[in-house]
């Protein structure tokens, strides 16, 4: 079994910063790409930024410029710094990853989210 937990959302004023971590943790081979997402009130889950094995990064557009992720992998963890945070930001931020098990079948799992709330 493998579980992704998330950590480090909350509440910021507008140009705040918030720094979110996920672990992956149990019968894990490897890794392959890590993700972050987000679903706000009313709209579909929307990619926010995702790291391949190799450190390859992609970003929403809307992100670009403010979000960073990066990964530890002998921690199997991923990160996204955010900064200059916008109302817009505000959503449940949901961590994903592709992940090689022990016994050889890769799956995609999620966590289980972390509310990021961006307001004055």
């Known amino acids: 079994q493998v579980q992704l937990v998330e950590s480090g959302g909350g509440s910021v004023q507008p140009g705040g910063s918030l720094r979110l971590s996920c672990a992956a943790s149990?019968?894990?081979?490897?890794?392959?790409?890590m993700g972050w997402y987000r679903q706000a009130p009313g709209k579909q889950r929307e990619l926010v930024a995702a790291?391949?094995?190799?450190?390859?990064?992609n970003y929403a557009d809307s992100v670009k410029g403010r979000f960073t992720i990066s990964r530890d992998n002998a921690k199997n963890t991923v990160y996204l710094q955010m900064n200059s945070l916008k109302p817009e930001d505000t959503a449940v931020y949901y961590c994903n990853a592709d992940i090689r098990l022990r016994y050889g079948a890769t799956l995609n799992y999620w966590g289980q989210g972390t509310q990021v709330t961006v307001s004055s």
């Open positions: 149990g019968s894990i081979f490897s890794i392959f790409a």
């Open positions: 790291v391949t094995g190799d450190g390859s990064t």
